[in-house]
């Protein structure tokens, strides 16, 4: 199981709350969509999408998630 998983909730938020579901409220804050966040942070879209969605199992590489 992935560390992230482990993570406790943040204070004040929401049940059900995670880490990606955090990335994904930020972005769209900001306004951006995947692909311009991608193309700025200069990361595959995928990875953000694995990230948001909380599938860091995936990553090919767990530094990458814990960064």
Do not use: C, N, W, Y
């Amino acid at each position: 199981m992935s560390q992230l998983q482990d993570l406790p909730p943040v204070p004040g938020s929401p049940a059900g709350d995670t880490p990606g579901r955090r990335l994904r409220q930020a972005r769209e804050a900001a306004g951006l969509d995947i692909d311009t966040l991608a193309a700025s942070v200069r990361v595959a879209a995928a990875k953000l999408e694995l990230l948001e969605t909380d599938r860091h199992s995936e990553l090919p590489d767990p530094a990458f998630a814990r960064a």
